[in-house]
């Protein structure tokens, strides 16, 4: 069983889906960084396209979304992104292999099944694609029937289903009602459509849940098979996400609580035959997430955990992140300034953050800690560290061990808490990150 220490779990820290995180982004990163790094770009390269619209607004979510309640907003969106696709084109080298392209949002559904077509053609007409994984994030309360015929259409292998709870009480006190029946349809059209991998987005922690809530709701989800399962702790912060407000929470379970539904749900979910992932993630055994866990070529970035190994991601759409070696730049979020700037034939780079080499060695070291559990340190860096570390030192939570830090088996709920000491960015702020657990 996961040791409980409090006193440790109440700084919050990032998930490090990036590093250095984007509480460092700053506006001194502009469009032409990001043509730059484009430009230079060679190997393989991953595509992640966004779609900051959603049917109905979930009170939880904490996306960069928007009611999909306007004709004219969409078309416009989606005008700008194909400007965005053909601008990006024009920037990359020949020599670049698309290998991976993600649907996000939002919810990419909340677009009409032709304007998926056509836009998945033209990002085939403009960019260098070489046989690419696509994996899409899907609202089921709008999967139709014709999504299947467009999944198979562009070849969709994975998909990601935001299903949050089973229970309809707790769907009610986040906003979020879909009986099982739509669960039922839409697993059945994604299956059909060729769906390989089907992950189901899970949290605890939610207002009037309980322990028993959540062993059902992870019954169910092993019940209909998915292949992945993304278990997070539901982060109230209305102080930055004002939708968060509707939310009772006077009702939310306290930490310790808390901390007991992700102990049982990593039990619950290792006994009906999941591998753990890290420490929010779990797939089958033959699921390509759980063999790069197992192989050790596990990778983080800011899809979570993945076993995407192209050194580039760029970000399509207001808000999306781009990853290079030396550059993490994200997009205008507004997505009136993202069309504007689009308009004019500019990229639409409004903040990020140059990643000087130490950036890079310290984020080499999160990565490894936070992906296998282990990393090596150097003496100076370890000596540098200790102080931080002595925390989660002293109870055996981590250790070291000729030259390497080791993050204890029974240690994984401070995974992000002890890579977070290498972190030299980090405010320990409740106002900029979510608790550990």
């Not at 899409?136 to 562009?154: C, H, Q, S």
């Not at 292998?157 to 707790?170: D, K, M």
């Not at 290792?270 to 591998?275: D, I, N, P």
């Not at 979020?333 to 890079?360: C, F, H, I, P, W």
Request: proline letters at 7%; glycine letters at 8%; hydrophobic letters at 40%.
């Amino acid at each position: 069983m996961w040791p409980y220490h409090p006193d440790l779990l109440a700084t919050p820290v990032p998930r490090y889906t990036s590093f250095p995180t984007a509480a460092e982004f700053a506006a001194d990163v502009g469009p032409e960084d990001l043509a730059e790094a484009i430009s230079t770009a060679t190997g393989d390269v991953s595509i992640y396209v966004h779609i900051p619209f959603c049917e109905k607004i979930c009170w939880y979510c904490g996306c960069n979304t928007a009611a999909a309640n306007k004709a004219q907003r969409l078309a416009s969106y989606l005008e700008a992104l194909h400007r965005e696709i053909e601008l990006v084109a024009t920037q990359l080298p020949a020599s670049t292999r698309i290998r991976r392209i993600a649907f996000g949002g939002g919810s990419p559904n909340a677009i009409s099944p032709v304007d998926m077509v056509r836009l998945f053609e033209a990002l085939v007409i403009a960019l260098p694609l070489h046989d690419p994984l696509v994996s899409i994030e899907l609202d089921p309360r709008t999967l139709g029937e014709a999504w299947g015929d467009v999944l198979r259409g562009i070849g969709a292998t994975h998909a990601s289903f935001g299903v949050q709870t089973f229970a309809p009480r707790l769907q009610e006190t986040i906003g979020r009602v879909q009986p099982l029946c739509m669960i039922d349809s839409g697993v059945r059209v994604l299956r059909d459509a060729g769906i390989t991998s089907l992950n189901f987005d899970l949290m605890y922690g939610l207002p009037g849940q309980s322990q028993a809530d959540l062993a059902e709701t992870l019954a169910l989800a092993s019940a209909y098979s998915a292949d992945r399962i993304a278990l997070f702790g539901y982060a109230h912060v209305p102080h930055l996400l004002p939708r968060q407000r509707r939310i009772d929470a006077s009702a939310l379970p306290p930490q310790e609580a808390r901390f007991g539904m992700a102990a049982a749900g990593y039990q619950q979910l290792l006994t009906a035959g999941y591998q753990a992932v890290g420490f929010d993630h779990f797939a089958l055994p033959g699921d390509p997430l759980a063999q790069a866990a197992t192989s050790g070529t596990l990778r983080r970035n800011f899809q979570g955990f993945t076993d995407d190994q192209a050194p580039v991601l760029i970000g399509l759409g207001a808000s999306a992140i781009s990853s290079f070696p030396t550059l993490l730049a994200q997009n205008e979020k507004n997505a009136g300034r993202y069309r504007m700037m689009l308009s004019q034939g500019q990229l639409t780079t409004a903040l990020g953050k140059r990643r000087s080499v130490e950036d890079r060695r310290r984020g080499a070291i999160i990565e490894e800690l936070l992906c296998r559990g282990r990393a090596r340190i150097d003496p100076a860096t370890a000596a540098s560290v200790h102080q931080r570390l002595r925390p989660y030192l002293e109870p055996g939570l981590c250790r070291f061990d000729n030259g390497s830090l080791v993050i204890a088996g029974h240690a994984l709920p401070y995974a992000r808490s002890i890579a977070a000491a290498f972190d030299p960015y980090r405010q320990d702020s409740a106002r900029r990150f979510s608790s550990a657990v």
